[in-house]
């Protein structure tokens, strides 16, 4: 029984949840709930009202394997974060493939070239998700074509230097409103006296501040606390090969490898020799080999290293 989803931002080895969920990219997390809900209801033996015994089976089965693992990328606030970075870091990649990017579905080229697409891209993916989960026929045809409307969604959005839009948080919420836009333009009228400058340290100093307080927290397996330390020790800091380094064995932790690998191969282009990154990428190869050989648990190195469900 496959479950193989081939088209959008499955052809990038990452398992678009939202579009298996039937639900935008920005969409809130109560909605999220109330979606999978629905579905549930429709696909679980209990309650599936497919006419056929193979039918109710599949659907059984599609529940389990893939809708409720989509569901759980959502149910925890930190597995909502780790979620969103990755799908920031897919929409970069989009972006800069964009030149070998497919588009078959008559919505998704409409998205293309909608002008206002992001009103444009919610009306597609809402239409979608009313038939996704009536037929068995229809529901992995749907996940297809509403995950090529994200693909495109998320080309548009780094267009216009906005970046992938987290869950939860509004598609709008980025572009700011003409009065804030007349307020920032508007001269002060008054000459206040200008406080002295605050003491600032220097960027290296503050970076390897953000880098210890990250080493206490991983030591505490407190990774996801780490995480946020590191995140604004690279902000400070792009090239720190340290940062990344101990980013990428954090994603390490939390069976991330994509994420993981990311962060390596930053490190290792500031610095070829920085010894944590060298550490994570032999993780990562000792792990690839496990997998090949088949020495580990099914199917949890194959979702590790971006496999697709079947």
Same mark, same amino acid.
């Given at each position: 029984m496959s479950f193989e989803m081939t088209k959008g931002l499955f052809k990038y080895d990452f398992t678009d949840q939202h579009a298996i969920l039937g639900i935008p990219l920005d969409a809130e997390f109560n909605d999220i709930r109330k979606r999978y809900m629905k579905i549930a209801r429709r696909l679980h033996s209990d309650t599936c009202s497919f006419e056929s015994q193979a039918d109710k089976d599949w659907a059984n089965q599609f529940l389990s394997k893939v809708v409720n693992p989509a569901y759980n990328?959502?149910?925890?606030?930190?597995?909502?974060?780790e979620y969103s970075l990755l799908l920031a870091a897919i929409g970069k990649r989009v972006a800069k493939e964009q030149a070998k990017m497919q588009i078959e579905s008559e919505a998704a080229k409409q998205l293309a070239t909608a002008k206002d697409w992001e009103e444009a891209y919610k009306t597609a993916?809402?239409?979608?998700?009313?038939?996704?989960?009536e037929s068995v026929k229809e529901t992995q045809e749907a996940i297809n074509q509403i995950s090529e409307l994200n693909m495109v969604y998320l080309l548009r959005k780094e267009r216009m230097g906005g970046g992938a839009v987290a869950p939860g948080s509004s598609a709008k919420a980025t572009t700011a409103t003409s009065t804030e836009k007349t307020a920032?333009?508007?001269p002060a009228t008054a000459n206040p006296v200008s406080p002295p400058p605050p003491k600032v340290e220097p960027p290296n100093v503050q970076t390897e501040a953000y880098c210890r307080r990250a080493q206490g927290f991983m030591d505490s397996k407190s990774y996801a606390k780490a995480i946020l330390e590191l995140k604004e020790a690279v902000k400070r800091d792009p090239?720190?090969?340290?940062?990344?380094?101990?980013?990428?064995?954090?994603?390490?932790?939390?069976?991330? /490898?994509?994420? /993981?690998?990311?962060?390596?191969?930053?490190?290792?282009?500031?610095n070829p020799e920085e010894p944590t990154a060298l550490e994570?990428?032999?993780?990562?190869?000792?792990?690839?080999?496990?997998?090949?050989?088949?020495?580990?648990?099914?199917g949890f190195f194959a979702s590790l290293f971006g496999g697709k469900k079947k």
């Amino acid at each position: 029984m496959s479950f193989e989803m081939t088209k959008g931002l499955f052809k990038y080895d990452f398992t678009d949840q939202h579009a298996i969920l039937g639900i935008p990219l920005d969409a809130e997390f109560n909605d999220i709930r109330k979606r999978y809900m629905k579905i549930a209801r429709r696909l679980h033996s209990d309650t599936c009202s497919f006419e056929s015994q193979a039918d109710k089976d599949w659907a059984n089965q599609f529940l389990s394997k893939v809708v409720n693992p989509a569901y759980n990328k959502f149910s925890k606030e930190s597995d909502r974060k780790e979620y969103s970075l990755l799908l920031a870091a897919i929409g970069k990649r989009v972006a800069k493939e964009q030149a070998k990017m497919q588009i078959e579905s008559e919505a998704a080229k409409q998205l293309a070239t909608a002008k206002d697409w992001e009103e444009a891209y919610k009306t597609a993916v809402s239409k979608l998700a009313l038939k996704q989960y009536e037929s068995v026929k229809e529901t992995q045809e749907a996940i297809n074509q509403i995950s090529e409307l994200n693909m495109v969604y998320l080309l548009r959005k780094e267009r216009m230097g906005g970046g992938a839009v987290a869950p939860g948080s509004s598609a709008k919420a980025t572009t700011a409103t003409s009065t804030e836009k007349t307020a920032a333009a508007t001269p002060a009228t008054a000459n206040p006296v200008s406080p002295p400058p605050p003491k600032v340290e220097p960027p290296n100093v503050q970076t390897e501040a953000y880098c210890r307080r990250a080493q206490g927290f991983m030591d505490s397996k407190s990774y996801a606390k780490a995480i946020l330390e590191l995140k604004e020790a690279v902000k400070r800091d792009p090239k720190h090969s340290k940062s990344h380094a101990l980013l990428a064995m954090c994603y390490v932790e939390q069976n991330q /490898a994509t994420m /993981a690998k990311l962060e390596m191969n930053k490190a290792l282009a500031s610095n070829p020799e920085e010894p944590t990154a060298l550490e994570v990428k032999k993780k990562l190869e000792q792990a690839s080999a496990k997998t090949k050989k088949g020495d580990d648990k099914p199917g949890f190195f194959a979702s590790l290293f971006g496999g697709k469900k079947k």
